[in-house]
């Protein structure tokens, strides 16, 4: 990231809106805005690897759910919040991953310019493809600021979405929606 081009940019931005960007209450606005993106967009270029592969052995074939996992992602197309909760279920095939290495898994790809389809289906891949289990499938619930905050402006919709890779029959995920209602 190029701090100073982004703090310049924002400037920009504040002007063309007829802003005093020296008024007191501006004055460190645009560096606040670009470090907040340069936080927002840390995920940036990174993957879960090496929280997937920290794994532990385990005899059971039994559906694994972690849900309620909060994530705010930004909204590639307005450059908003949009954020929820995750639900991630996976069938182990012998090894299972520490509970906290799924929430930074989302972590990684919500702290990106986003939208939830793909968000969905990236956290879905990657598990997959570092943990390998039978099958995974990840349910995410969002309110988009973009849409509760401007264009048809109706607060507390949500947007849902699923995702599945591997193995996950029809009956498994009935057997998630059920748990998660
Ligand atoms: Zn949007």
Redesign the pocket.
Known sequence: MDRERAIKAVEEFLKSFGEDITREGLVDTPRRVADAFAELLSGNGKNAEEYLSKTFESAGRELIIEKDIGFSST????L?P?FGTMAIAYIPDKRVVGISKLARTVEVFSKRLQIQERLTNQIAEEIMRCLKPIGVMVVCEAE?T??TCRGVKKPGSKVLTYAVAGDFSKEKRDEVFNLLR
Do not use: K, S, Y
Not at 75 to 78: A, L, N, P, Q, V
């Open positions: 909204c590639e197309h307005h908003m949009f988009h973009c849409m």
